[in-house]
């Protein structure tokens, strides 16, 4: 049910699931950490776009069969569904690569907050991001009340978790859950067209670029441009920096190797 393809430097994992709108279930969640490990190690891999097949990007835990685990009291086993969604989250924080979430349609509940956890989104305009929690009786995981109030403020936040509405795709962008728009037609080609771009950029510097920008959110400015410099040191010193110099007197396209 989850699909991982590299292609060039960018490897594309797929929500494969599409006839229950990709929700997850099984070893789904597992498959999906598994997927994103596995590019994490790939040398041959700069990029990892997250994507849905069929017309939703994922429609977040399949409510049946929560909804046996409730009626058989198995919190445990919920327990382990919780566990695997913390630990997705915290990998696509932790891994250097970048990860664009290419939102094709629904993205609701743990759906919604898979989306948030990646490093960028670009959404079609058939897409639609929801908390939707509270329409079951339950509270948001996947990082959600963490992630949510950064990218909007808290009280958009708070009225998209106690309220489980849907926000179409135009409100999406307005409001900062996402930063691009396409037509429906034109996503893959814009997904494709941003990752391949930030591939042939240099590996080092854009590892430091996402850990710095992650960094932020708490850093206060000294520390920041204490961090700042450890980065940019390193980058100096690298292979690719040198490339990049090369490259710009030659006037021709750099050649990064991410050394």
């Known amino acids: 049910m989850i ?5 060039g430097s960018v490897t594309t994992i797929t929500l494969n699931r599409p006839e229950k709108l990709n929700a997850f279930s099984g070893t789904m969640r597992e498959d999906l950490l598994a997927a994103l490990r596995a590019a994490d190690a790939d040398s041959a891999c700069r990029v990892v776009v997250i994507t849905g097949a069929g017309r939703a990007f994922c429609a977040g835990g399949d409510v049946e069969f929560m909804s046996g685990l409730q009626k058989d009291g198995d919190v445990e086993r919920f327990r382990k569904l919780l566990d695997a969604g913390r630990d997705v989250v915290t990998q696509i ?7 664009i979430a290419s939102v094709n349609g629904i993205a609701a509940g743990a759906g919604c907050n898979l989306a948030l956890a990646c490093d960028y989104r670009i959404a079609s305009e058939a897409a639609k991001f929801g908390e939707t929690f509270v329409r079951i009786g339950i509270h948001p995981d996947w990082g959600g009340t963490w992630l949510l109030p950064r990218l909007i403020g808290t009280g958009r936040a708070l009225e998209m978790m106690m309220t489980g509405r849907m926000v179409d795709a135009a409100e999406a962008f307005a409001i900062g859950i996402v930063e691009r728009v396409v037509a429906a037609d034109a996503l893959m080609d814009g997904t494709t067209k941003l990752a391949r771009t930030i591939a042939q950029g240099p590996p080092l510097a854009i590892a430091g670029i996402k850990r710095a920008l992650s960094a932020s959110r708490t850093n206060a400015l000294r520390v920041q441009v204490e961090l700042e410099s450890e980065h940019q040191l390193e980058a100096f010193r690298s292979h690719d920096a040198a490339e990049g110099m090369a490259a710009f007197f030659e006037k021709r396209a750099a050649k990064f190797e991410g050394k």
Request: glycine share 0%; net charge negative; charged share 25%.
């Open 3 to 7: 699909l991982s393809e590299t292609t």
């Open 93 to 99: 924080a932790e891994m250097a690569k970048p990860v």
